[in-house]
């Protein structure tokens, strides 16, 4: 019984009631948000649309998201957290009801679209909620949770909404905008405005000694982040990972199909991943907590190169759920580090719109991931999977390599941070 209290307790211990109903929100959120999963199946099925049509369409909706994670960083800075997400929880909710009863194509491009950008715009700025109330010792395990809250509500979904889409489309939207104005409900009632918290007079403290050039900042704003140097050879390393991830979706099914397996075979690694995720996530910050960050990463994505590498022998199914469990290993233990990462690099005053800029890369790797990698599939065979292996191992090495510098990076921030003592006002006064 001690045991499963500590257990708890390095999992799930000392977290604010804030966090807790921000999680909450964002389980809702991503349990709730199915609707688009099968928007391609709704437009050709329903709306007879054309294939392409339907890409299209689609391809709006990502585009709108890239949109919207900027967009959601900058308001999360300027409105507040809370405003924030209650706008963008309540705008979807009233797109998906607009959704479920349109009938024009045009119509529904212009919805897909702008539900793309609302339905981005909460992440940077739960993330930011959650820097602002959760002590910087107790993220690691806050943002564990998050991302199995993420992945609990992603695979929810994915249960419900072949339920719903078998039954009704008009359900799906529906019952989509219910559960996000449920998660609306719970946000305005239980999360306070948390962006005082970010901009405190101890946050806004001024230093004693100027900061160091890399750490300082004129009229912040987002091209702050988009020339923080440190901060984005760290999005770069992310963007790498994210490539690698993006494979599970978008090469391995045509790799599956290659070597004569169907459909039902890749739904079964795919819901082994999550499982793992679901099962396993609770025990990673006893696993990581006592490691360098830099070093946990560098071994997360070497466990993602190794198994997609693998993928270059396989055409056995057995083959490719060893290699999912590999890989899949190595997205659990990446996700808080790259998280705590991000919110040390990002100044108090910024810290949504370094959210926005980081979030940035899974979009792009949602582009680059199937445009080059079909090409690379089709004119390299098996060999693709070789590149890839070799690419995260690269990005491995790169983890290594930018970890020492990115420590003292981190490191100045914090001290230019630190309210200045009596003697350093004494000393600061007495400089010509």
Same mark, same amino acid.
């Given at each position: 019984?001690?045991? $499963? ?49 339907? =890409? ?26 809370? /405003?924030? %997400?209650?706008?963008?929880? %309540? ?7 607009? %959704? ?33 109330? $959760? ?26 909404? =072949? ?5 009704? !489309?008009?359900?799906? !939207? ?10 609306? $409900? ?116 070497? %466990? ?20 999912? $469990? ?19 690099? /990002? ?80 000393? /600061?006064?007495?400089?010509?």
């Amino acid at each position: 019984m001690h045991a $499963v209290r500590r257990w708890w307790h390095d999992t799930a211990g000392g977290l604010p009631a804030t966090f807790w109903y921000l999680w909450i929100g964002l389980l809702i959120n991503r349990a709730g948000a199915f609707a688009m999963l099968f928007l391609s199946l709704y437009l050709t099925d329903v709306r007879e649309a054309s294939v392409g049509l339907a =890409g299209t369409v689609v391809g709006l909706y990502g585009a709108g998201g890239a949109a919207g994670v900027l967009l959601g960083g900058v308001l999360a800075d300027r409105w507040g957290r809370r /405003a924030t %997400l209650l706008a963008a929880h %309540l705008t979807t909710a009233a797109l998906m009801v607009a %959704l479920a009863f349109s009938q024009s194509l045009l119509l529904i491009a212009v919805l897909a679209a702008l539900v793309g950008v609302v339905h981005s715009m909460p992440s940077p700025a739960f993330v930011a909620a959650i820097v602002d109330v $959760v002590p910087a010792e107790r993220r690691s395990r806050a943002f564990n949770l998050q991302f199995w809250a993420f992945n609990l509500g992603m695979a929810i979904a994915s249960l419900l909404a =072949g339920v719903l889409a078998e039954a009704s !489309f008009t359900a799906l !939207f529906l019952v989509d905008a219910a559960a996000t104005l449920t998660a609306a $409900v719970v946000i305005g009632w239980k999360v306070p405005e948390t962006l005082r918290l970010a901009t405190s007079p101890a946050d806004q403290a001024p230093a004693a000694r100027p900061a160091p050039r890399s750490v300082r900042t004129r009229r912040p704003g987002l091209h702050t982040a988009l020339t923080d140097r440190t901060f984005l050879v760290f999005v770069g390393l992310t963007f790498v990972l994210a490539v690698l991830t993006m494979q599970t979706s978008t090469i391995m099914p045509l790799a599956m199909r290659a070597d004569g397996l169907g459909p039902s075979a890749y739904g079964l690694v795919v819901a082994l991943g999550g499982a793992l995720i679901v099962i396993g996530q609770l025990f990673v910050p006893r696993l990581i907590d006592r490691h360098r960050k830099d070093v946990v990463l560098a071994t997360s994505t070497a %466990l993602l190169a190794l198994g997609f590498g693998v993928l270059a022998v396989a055409d056995e199914l057995a083959v490719y759920l060893g290699a999912a $469990v590999v890989w899949t290993v190595g997205s659990m233990i990446a996700a808080p580090p790259n998280a705590q990462i991000n919110a040390d690099l /990002a100044p108090p005053q910024l810290r949504a719109r370094y959210q926005s800029v980081f979030y940035l890369t899974f979009p792009a790797a949602a582009f680059v991931a199937p445009t080059l990698g079909g090409v690379s599939l089709q004119h390299l065979g098996d060999q693709h999977w070789l590149i890839v292996g070799g690419l995260g191992l690269l990005a491995a090495l790169g983890h290594l390599l930018a970890g020492p510098p990115r420590e003292r990076h981190v490191a100045a921030l914090q001290k230019a941070a630190e309210p200045p003592t009596p003697a350093d006002r004494i000393s /600061a006064s007495s400089l010509p």
